[in-house]
């Protein structure tokens, strides 16, 4: 699956991408983000959209890896 995220997006998912300094697949991050950004689709209110896409994608990967630390 390729994620082609909306130039609104694709700053969150490079951002993520540098953060993660190679943990994690840029792809898999940019699946990530499309995810969540799924869940803010037809959305009242599109202002803020960017910056709850943003916390929502390291929140899950923040549960990704405490999941892969409890399973070590």
């Known amino acids: ?7 609104r ?3 969150i998912a490079d951002a993520l991408i540098a953060k993660s300094n190679g943990k994690y697949d840029d792809q898999f991050l940019r699946i990530v983000v ?3 950004a799924i869940e803010f689709e037809g959305a009242r209110v599109q202002d803020y959209i960017e910056v709850l896409v943003a916390k929502q994608a390291a929140d899950e990967l923040r549960k990704l890896d405490a999941l ?3 399973s070590q």
């Open 1 to 7: 699956m390729s994620a082609v995220l909306s130039p």
């Open 9 to 11: 997006l694709s700053p």
């Open 34 to 36: 499309a995810n969540v």
């Open 68 to 70: 892969q630390h409890t």
